[in-house]
């Protein structure tokens, strides 16, 4: 069965310091999210991407935050300078076109800011 | 904005026990519903989902959950859980608002303690 593949697995990281998490969304999607879990609570929406730019974004999805489809197989979420509060479990997770298509969530990207 | 309700924020049942973990959401309009199970320390994996048809969906490793419109619910169930069930449970939402992003809504999880 495809799988959405995110890198590294886990990262840590000085405070200010800039990161990219890395997604490999399955090929024939066209919808890509980014979502995050801070430790004990619940998964919070950050960003959706189709046709090459965000569709929509949570009030979380600030300018500190950046999505990028590079080069038509990698989806990545920039962290352009981390705080304290950005640690935390990033998933990624791509879909089809229709609504009714489902969604595959990748093993998550565990972000520890120092 | 839509919201997501997990009534139970943990759960403790003993082996064999029958489970049902409440869900509710707000949105009035056409959504689609999914329950997620997330094992300690891993990924989010689907357990089940209703898009259209037959409210009563059977998923994986003996769950089912029913879509009752009237009630703006969609309670997960097992008849007979086990020690491998141990496990937090997000009910999630999505809209067919128009807007066409179809995002997540995730409730807060139920976590799922099955005692030996």
């Avoid at chain 2, 998923?59 to 703006?72: C, P, T, V, Y």
Wanted: charge should be negative; hydrophobic fraction near 35%; proline fraction near 3%.
């Amino acid at each position: 069965e495809p799988e959405v593949t995110q890198t590294p697995s886990h990262q840590v990281t000085q405070m200010g310091q800039e990161v990219i998490l890395r997604c490999v969304p399955i090929s024939n999607h066209l919808y890509f999210y980014w979502y995050r879990q801070i430790l004990g609570q619940k998964v919070e929406f950050l960003v959706s991407f189709y046709n090459n730019e965000i569709s929509e974004k949570s009030e979380i999805f600030d300018d500190q935050f950046s999505v990028e489809r590079p080069d038509g197989s990698n989806f990545t979420l920039k962290i352009r300078s981390t705080k304290l509060e950005d640690s935390a479990m990033y998933f990624c997770a791509s879909k089809g076109l229709r609504f009714g298509d489902g969604y595959t969530f990748g093993s998550g990207t565990r972000l520890t800011v120092v | 904005a839509q919201s997501v309700s997990q009534h139970n924020h943990h759960v403790i049942l003993s082996e064999a026990a029958s489970l049902e973990l409440g869900c509710n959401y707000s949105y009035g309009g056409t959504v689609n519903l999914f329950w997620y199970v997330q094992y300690p320390g891993q990924h989010l994996q689907l357990l089940l989902k209703y898009f259209s048809g037959d409210p009563l969906v059977k998923g994986i490793k003996g769950f089912e959950a029913e879509f009752i419109k009237s009630k703006f619910s969609f309670n997960l169930r097992k008849p007979s859980v086990q020690w491998s069930d141990t496990a937090e449970y997000f009910c999630a939402v999505n809209e067919d608002s128009g807007a066409g992003s179809y995002q997540l809504t995730f409730g807060k999880g139920t976590k799922l303690s099955v005692i030996p």
